[in-house]
């Protein structure tokens, strides 16, 4: 039936062949992007890049991620390659990706050279831990993974949750504590995104000192005398709650020890800068009320 209508007339027989061609390279274009994305394999060293990569619709992509990468919750089931602080090239490797994706720092430079030598595509984005730094990271990626609608329509989420966002009147200070047990706590000073994220929900870091974390010390804890103490959820959890934490050394001194203003939040949600950082501004700011 179509072969008679090409046939039809001279004209639309010269038609179709100037067509053709186009009609050609579109579809061979088409067909590489989604080829290309539906054979990615993807390890991903960072708990933001890996929220992203499944907010750009490539979750099926991932074949490992590092213990950060904790949302969506359904990231469970895919294997684990350690903590983004202390990646090794070994267990990446092992899981044969096309592309292993983070943020700078992530890989250490012996690293890279390592994974390139093994055939592996590296792709480490730059995160300025900002509103604006957030935006410009999801555009970089959107325009990366061929999403740059998808990218688009986080960026237009992100920035309705950032207008609801609504500002203790009195500016807190507030003390992160990253703990791993009672034996091991750190205190987030200056630089930190746990920083940025307490001073963009509208309370200032208790710790000014210092860039970076540091071990906590009665002492420290002491000169900072947080209004507010802030972990993740896991962090408490892993010094036996509230009442484990008021046995530390100093805490029950201060005046967020006293008044038992003790917060938590999930980790990858506060310290990610990524699709939900307006989501996380809304519930740090309300519980620095
Ligand atoms: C020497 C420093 C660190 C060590 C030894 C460490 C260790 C660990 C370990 C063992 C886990 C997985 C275990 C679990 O789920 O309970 C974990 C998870 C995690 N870590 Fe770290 N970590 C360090 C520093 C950091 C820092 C500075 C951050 C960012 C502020 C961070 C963010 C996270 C997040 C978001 C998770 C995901 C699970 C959760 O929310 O607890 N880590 N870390």
Known sequence: MRYFSIKK???????????????????????????????MKIVS?????????????????????DVTSTYPASLDKVAKIGHNRSVSSEGIVALAPSLVVGMQNDLKPTIIEQLTSSNIKTKLFTQDLSIE?????????????????????????????????????????VLFIYARGAGSMMVSGTGTSVDK?????????AVTSFVDYKPL???????????????????????????GLLKVQGIA???AGKNK???????????GFGPRLGKAMIDLSSKLQ
């Open 253 to 255: 001194q201060t005046n």
């Open 133 to 173: 730094g957030t935006k410009k990271l999801i555009t970089e990626a959107g325009v990366y993974f061929n999403q740059p609608a998808k990218a688009a329509a986080l960026i237009a989420q992100l920035d309705k949750d950032i207008a609801s966002v609504k500002k203790p009147s009195v500016k807190k200070k």
């Open 197 to 205: 994220i307490i001073q963009l929900s509208g309370g200032q870091n």
């Open 45 to 65: 060293v960072n708990g933001t890049m890996s929220e992203i990569i499944c907010s750009l619709g490539l979750e099926s992509s991932l074949v490992g991620i």
């Open 9 to 39: 007339t001279g004209a639309s027989t010269a038609h179709a062949w100037r067509v053709l061609p186009v009609v050609c390279i579109v579809f061979l274009l088409t067909a590489f992007r989604s080829g290309e994305s539906a054979s």
């Open 261 to 271: 203003k003790i917060v938590t939040m999930d980790g990858q949600l506060l310290t």
């Open 217 to 243: 010390t009665a002492e420290a804890l002491l000169a900072a005398n947080p209004d507010v103490i802030l972990l993740f959820d896991s962090g408490l959890e892993s010094v036996g709650g509230v009442e």
